[in-house]
């Protein structure tokens, strides 16, 4: 799988001190990704790139919004996301990834690739539960929510406090109270 050039950072040729980066988002980059669970995606990544002489600090900032199909109703929604990320990149003897918030790279290394980052970044951004703000609301007017409702079971009215019982719990009832 090839990466993408855009999100390469050769940062073996900038200064000490911070860099900014900026990323647009669509479709096309969840497409390399082979990820569909979006309709359609407008998030802009702002990344603050700082080099030091021993390591690099990379911050991302992720704002915009996704179309994507309600958990509920299947109805296709624009969800708001924001997120945040903190990377360090140190150098080391071999590449290392198991931490989440600490990358080590080898010393030979040149340049960083960052699409990973920006897609988990966004993907975590999404809520668990996918809920059109419509039917949160009860603003939204869809079939499936008709028949949801439809099939809903039935909640019994209570009659001034009487409770119907089964009249072979009844006699079960005077056992114990003839004692």
């Known amino acids: 799988m090839k990466n993408l050039n855009e999100f390469k950072i ?6 000490l001190g911070k860099h900014h980066f900026e990323y647009q988002v669509d479709n096309k980059f969840f497409a390399f990704f082979e990820y569909d669970d979006f309709n359609k995606v407008d998030v802009k990544v702002d990344l603050e790139f700082e080099k030091k002489s021993t390591m690099l600090e990379l911050n991302f900032h992720i704002k915009g919004t996704v179309n994507l199909n309600c958990d509920v109703t299947n109805e296709p929604y624009d969800e708001a996301i924001e997120n945040n990320l903190s990377l360090v990149v140190k150098f080391g003897e071999a590449y290392n990834d198991e931490n989440e918030e600490l990358l080590i790279i080898p010393h030979g290394e040149y340049q960083l690739e960052v699409q ?7 993907v975590l951004a999404i809520p668990f539960k996918r809920i ?6 009860g603003t939204l007017e869809s079939d499936i929510l008709d028949r949801l409702e ?8 209570e009659k001034d406090n009487e409770e119907e019982t ?3 719990w009844d006699k079960l009832k005077n056992l114990y109270n003839d004692k």
Do not use: C, N, T
């Open 150 to 157: 439809e099939l809903q079971p039935k909640i019994k009215e």
């Open 166 to 168: 089964d009249p072979r």
């Open 116 to 122: 990973h980052y920006i897609y988990e970044a966004i």
């Open 132 to 137: 059109h703000p419509g039917v949160e609301d």
């Open 10 to 15: 050769p940062f073996v040729g900038l200064k």
